[in-house]
């Protein structure tokens, strides 16, 4: 069956990096399209990023230019560099098949996700 795993999430200073990585297995990982989401304390699921089997990348534009998605079909990963955190970056973040792609939060499989905290 499917399975999502997430990882890489912890506490940063504001201003400082992370790298998630999501591992997928189940389904043909080159051929889908892969998202990353968001939920803050209180919050719905937020769209962050998506990326294509052709390697196009679309991303929310609170994180342009901070955030790359980005993927190994090799090892089945998808993975998101976060630079320049902000306190408001706080959230879990999921890793996602997208139902409908870019700019949208419903979704086919979801990880249990991995908590990003940012405080100094």
């Known amino acids: 069956q499917v399975q999502l795993v997430e990882s890489g999430g912890g506490l940063v200073q504001p201003g400082g990096s992370l790298l998630l990585s999501c591992a997928a297995s189940?389904?043909?990982?080159?051929?889908?399209?892969m998202s990353w989401a968001r939920q803050a304390p209180g919050k719905g699921l937020e769209w962050v990023s998506t990326?294509?089997?052709?390697?196009?990348?679309y991303s929310t534009d609170s994180v342009k230019g901070r955030f790359t998605i980005s993927r190994d079909n090799a090892k089945n990963t998808v993975y998101l560099q976060m630079n320049s955190l902000k306190p408001e970056d706080a959230a879990v973040y999921y890793c996602?098949?997208?139902?409908?792609?870019?700019?949208?939060?419903?979704?086919?499989?979801r990880g249990q996700g991995t908590q990003v905290t940012v405080s100094s």
């Open positions: 996602l098949i997208p139902r409908y792609g870019a700019y949208s939060t419903d979704f086919e499989a």
């Open positions: 990326i294509y089997s052709d390697f196009s990348t």
């Open positions: 189940g389904f043909t990982f080159s051929a889908s399209p």
